[in-house]
T-cell receptor
Framework: GAGVSQSPSNKVTEKGKDVELRCDPISGHTALYWYRQRLGQGLEFLIYFQGNSAPDKSGLPSDRFSAERTGESVSTLTIQRTQQEDSAVYLC?????????????FGEGSRLTVL | GENVEQHPSTLSVQEGDSAVIKCTYSDSASNYFPWYKQELGKGPQLIIDIRSNVGEKKDQRIAVTLNKTAKHFSLHITETQPEDSAVYFCAASSGNTPLVFGKGTRLSVIA
């Protein structure tokens, strides 16, 4: 399809394990974002990639969280030593340009449950 | 940094009535204000946006107003229909900063 694709759609893990979440943005989109949505809450910004610029990591809640992006394609969000408070839906979005000049196209999210 | 407050958190209206959702923001440098609709199990989807050089924008049954002086912006949905039931998020950003979202409003349209 032509939309943003995220995998896995659901992930259940045990406390202390590492998880990796994947995002395939829309082809040609230069900007990619990760947001976290806890149950019944708003979208919490995590990290933003724009082209070849250094990523904006200002939203990452701890050093257990990291993300990478290969060029203008796939991104992976890694959570190390997961905690129960990491349980949430992790949403990825992409856009044509960064910042306020483009619509964000969201994937359906990866639901993470940490037992 | 930017802080966006959104009210109410839940809203129930009768089909055919209007719904209004209000947001305030803190950063006077913000100049872009989109609204997203999130249906159950889906990612949010843009429904309308407004920039700071415009006071009002309308698209069929949906309108957004912006008061830059008061740092308020609102979403108005007229003639509501059951398919309007969803969670609505306002957001704000300035320059090259990522969007900051409000906590969302769960709208229920009762047939």
């Amino acid at each position: 399809g032509a939309g943003v694709s995220q995998s896995p759609s659901n992930k259940v893990t045990e406390k202390g394990k590492d998880v990796e979440l994947r995002c395939d943005p829309i082809s040609g989109h230069t900007a990619l974002y990760w947001y976290r949505q806890r149950l019944g809450q708003g979208l919490e910004f995590l990290i933003y990639f724009q082209g070849n610029s250094a990523p904006d990591k200002s939203g990452l809640p701890s050093d257990r969280f990291s993300a990478e992006r290969t060029g203008e394609s796939v991104s992976t969000l890694t959570i190390q030593r997961t905690q129960q408070e990491d349980s949430a839906v992790y949403l990825c979005a992409s856009s044509w340009v960064g910042g306020d000049t483009g619509e964000l196209f969201f994937g359906e999210g990866s639901r993470l449950t940490v037992l | 940094g930017e802080n966006v407050e959104q009210h109410p958190s839940t809203l129930s209206v009768q089909e055919g009535d209007s719904a209004v959702i209000k947001c305030t923001y803190s950063d006077s440098a913000s100049n872009y204000f989109p609204w997203y609709k999130q249906e159950l199990g889906k990612g949010p989807q843009l429904i309308i946006d407004i920039r700071s050089n415009v006071g009002e924008k309308k698209d069929q049954r949906i309108a957004v107003t912006l008061n830059k002086t008061a740092k308020h912006f609102s979403l108005h949905i007229t003639e509501t229909q059951p398919e309007d039931s969803a969670v609505y998020f306002c957001a704000a950003s300035s320059g090259n900063t990522p969007l900051v979202f409000g906590k969302g409003t769960r709208l229920s349209v009762i047939a």
